[in-house]
């Protein structure tokens, strides 16, 4: 399984530093997507000997939600609201891909200098979920437009969920709904607020936002 | 099988509220389910807590009755609020971007799920059903900041939204480390995360343990509004409507700190109290330091009371950090800003309706305009700034006490903030209560806008006098269960 495992953590790798260098709004929603698929893949690749019906059901919601209800969301915040489709980042995306790379060598790094209490199933799945972790937190600093935060936050939480499957087996079904379902609805009030966003500032950025101060 | 109740009846409630046309009908559900709430919270006061999912122990009680206390005020007021809107467009406060508000149903079904997902947040007997409550109540609450379909409410929703979600993301990662912790332990990795093993003082590691309180502390102080993760909070709190800002203030900041005090509670179960102590007194005195600073430049007098809530979250960290008697008084504390806070966010909604600005520098004369809110601002101020016979005197005359007890750098410093706060927040009151007056007096004031932050005001006097058996048990109780010295 070994090579599966390894299949699915360079697919979410890939999916970091696309979303990082695509200059377009819908080529991040798809990056984004793919990498919700590849999450929603591990758990099944990681723990082959625990395939149960509720970690099926888990997955099945998880990839529907991060592949096709999600990216359908935040597309139709797009079309609705006409924003234009640049992501008009305040880094560029060629020194962004180059702080993907670097933020996967500081997570090898950091994992080897402090070896973990565990033995994760893959070597790789540690700094892998850090790395993707940072690049969310990157992604909603160095972007300007409000969608781009959106899928800043959405690569953030997939970093956070592959840390878990590091680290806990297998979380209560019940947990693990409470947590889709929270970042569901957080996904489902962004987009609303961006096509608000949209109408209230005629764009997306958010430097237009600046009125409250002090 | 109360708890289980608590949580339903407002969920069910606010689902219904949705589909209700707006009116006064939908309106009235809001008092009518917060009585019930709180007569169910009194009633869950005595009750041990179960072995499942949900349960109170002492601490989740104490909160429990502050949430729903703030929450019964805010419900009384918002009838009232509600009925004096306009529909459809209205003026802003400087005259020249009109709004209208959302819809009514939704703000009441918004309000009632908010009550809802803190109330799950006190009853949470595993550290994620904790965060998943506490992010439930970012996305409860989001919608009603937006009440006013305005551009500045909008700003401070989406910063409110991202802000809090990526805060609270943190304290997920911090859950998954304390996993980590115990990994190494007989205890056996993810048990660590039911409260009921914190009794039986499981074996952690305290390198990945401290790693794990520090994200616990910085995702859960991005909601209590901790510097330097404040950022969202005087914008927020200054935008949303009044109402919505009291119940920010007064509830949701303290189920945050809960958030946190579970951590703390695992922290000195595995022996490491001394760290963690140190962490919260670090930030609280950030906390108050820098909020002071910002309300001696204050301008605005719903910013101020959120800069004000900053600090006072500040002196909540501050006590729980010195330990001895500074938990017990910083719980207490909780308790005394909650009613203060609510009640002047209560008062800033009215002058908001009546003056249409927040600018200190347009407003003035309150008291002769608005006789009856004019005073009960003034009431609130003397109040919050800790003056006898006020119960927040008491409190924080307690957490000075525990300083000194600690070092008496530390309680000077805590003087030292707590004096800059009290004079900037006194211009601003006394400039907008005594100040020349701006519109001819007498304004028709309704009591169903007067009575919540009268009786809130009244309950932190009563509490400064006499504190009644039962709750001062249940303080110490909840003192104790922190397990800090």
């Known amino acids: 399984m070994t090579g599966t495992i390894d299949f699915l953590l360079v697919s979410m790798i890939l999916a970091n530093l696309w979303v990082l260098g695509s200059s377009r709004l819908p080529s991040c929603i798809r990056a984004v997507a793919f990498q919700g698929v590849a999450l929603g893949l591990l758990p099944f690749a990681l723990y082959p000997g625990h395939i149960t019906w509720d970690l099926v059901m888990l997955a099945l919601v998880s990839i529907t939600l991060k592949a096709v209800v999600f990216p359908h969301l935040l597309k139709r915040a797009l079309l609705e609201a006409r924003v234009d489709p640049q992501v008009e980042p305040f880094v560029g995306h060629g020194i962004s891909v180059v702080v993907g790379v670097a933020s996967l060598a500081l997570s090898v790094a950091l994992f080897r200098r402090h070896p973990l209490p565990i033995v994760p199933p893959s070597d790789l799945l540690m700094p892998v979920a850090v790395s993707t972790l940072l690049v969310g937190l990157f992604m909603l600093i160095a972007r300007r437009k409000a969608l781009t935060q959106a899928l800043g936050y959405l690569v953030f939480e997939n970093g956070i969920q592959a840390f878990g499957l590091g680290v806990l087996q297998h979380a209560p079904l019940m947990v693990e709904l409470g947590i889709l379902l929270d970042i569901f609805f957080a996904v489902f009030v962004m987009g609303i607020t961006l096509f608000h966003i949209r109408r209230a500032f005629a764009t997306l950025d958010t430097l237009e936002m600046a009125e409250l101060r002090g | ?485």
């Not at chain 2, 019930?36 to 009680?61: F, I, M, Q, T």
């Not at chain 2, 009440?147 to 997920?172: D, M, N, Q």
């Not at chain 2, 910002?294 to 010195?322: N, P, Q």
Request: hydrophobic share 55%; net charge neutral.
């Open chain 2, 1 to 485: 099988m109360l708890v289980a109740l608590l949580c339903l009846i407002p969920t069910l409630a606010g689902l219904v509220a949705f589909w209700l046309p707006p009116g006064p009908g939908v309106r009235r559900l809001l008092p009518a389910v917060a009585a019930v709430h709180l007569l169910l919270s009194a009633l869950a006061w005595s009750e041990p807590p179960g072995g499942g999912w949900l349960g109170l122990d002492s601490l989740g009680r104490l909160f429990l009755v502050i949430t729903s206390v703030v929450f019964l005020a805010a419900s009384v007021y918002a009838v009232s609020y509600l009925r004096e809107e306009p529909a459809g467009l209205q003026p802003d406060m400087g005259g020249e971007d009109p709004f209208s508000n959302a819809k009514e149903s939704v703000f009441v079904g918004c309000l009632l799920l908010f009550l809802a997902s803190m109330t799950l947040v006190c009853a949470s007997r595993h550290l994620t059903l904790l965060w998943v409550a506490i992010e439930a109540t970012t996305l409860a609450s989001a919608p009603l900041i937006y009440f006013h379909r305005h551009r500045r409410s909008l700003e401070a929703t989406w910063k409110y939204l991202l802000v809090c979600s990526v805060g609270i993301g943190l304290a997920l990662l911090g859950n998954f480390l304390l996993v980590l912790a115990a990994a190494g332990g007989t205890s056996g990795g993810a048990e660590v995360l039911w409260l009921d093993r914190l009794a039986q003082g499981p074996e952690l590691d305290p390198h990945w343990l401290r790693l794990a309180f520090i994200l616990l502390v910085v995702g859960y102080g991005t909601k209590m509004g901790l510097v330097p993760l404040h950022t969202w909070l005087p914008d927020t709190h200054s935008e949303a409507p009044s109402v919505v800002s009291a119940l920010l203030s007064g509830a949701l900041l303290n189920c945050a700190f809960l958030g946190i005090l579970r951590g703390l509670q695992i922290c000195a179960g595995a022996g490491q109290a001394p760290f963690a102590q140190q962490v919260m007194t670090d930030f609280g005195l950030v906390s108050m330091a820098v909020a002071a600073l910002f309300l001696l430049s204050a301008r605005d007098t719903k910013r101020m009371l959120a800069w004000s809530s900053v600090e006072h979250m500040g002196i909540l960290a501050l006590g729980i950090g010195l330990g001895g008697g500074g938990v017990f008084f910083a719980l207490f504390h909780a308790l005394n800003h909650s009613l203060c806070k609510a009640a002047m966010f209560l008062v800033a909604g009215t002058f908001l309706a009546t003056f249409r600005t927040r600018l200190v520098a347009r407003l003035g004369g309150a008291i002769h305009t608005l006789p009856v809110a004019g005073t009960l601002w003034v009431a609130g101020f003397v109040a919050l700034s800790g003056t006898p016979p006020f119960a927040v005197f008491l409190s924080e005359l307690g957490v000075l006490r525990a300083g000194l007890e600690v070092h008496p750098w530390l309680a000077a410093a805590y003087l030292v903030c707590l004096a800059t706060a009290f004079v900037g927040m006194a211009r601003v009151v006394l400039t907008v209560a005594l100040g020349p007056p701006v519109l001819a007096p007498p304004v028709r004031e309704s009591w169903g806008k007067s009575l919540p932050p009268l009786a809130l005001l009244l309950l932190a006097l009563l509490l400064g006098l006499w504190v009644p058996a039962w709750l001062l048990e249940g303080l110490r109780q909840a003192a104790a269960l922190v397990g800090v010295l």
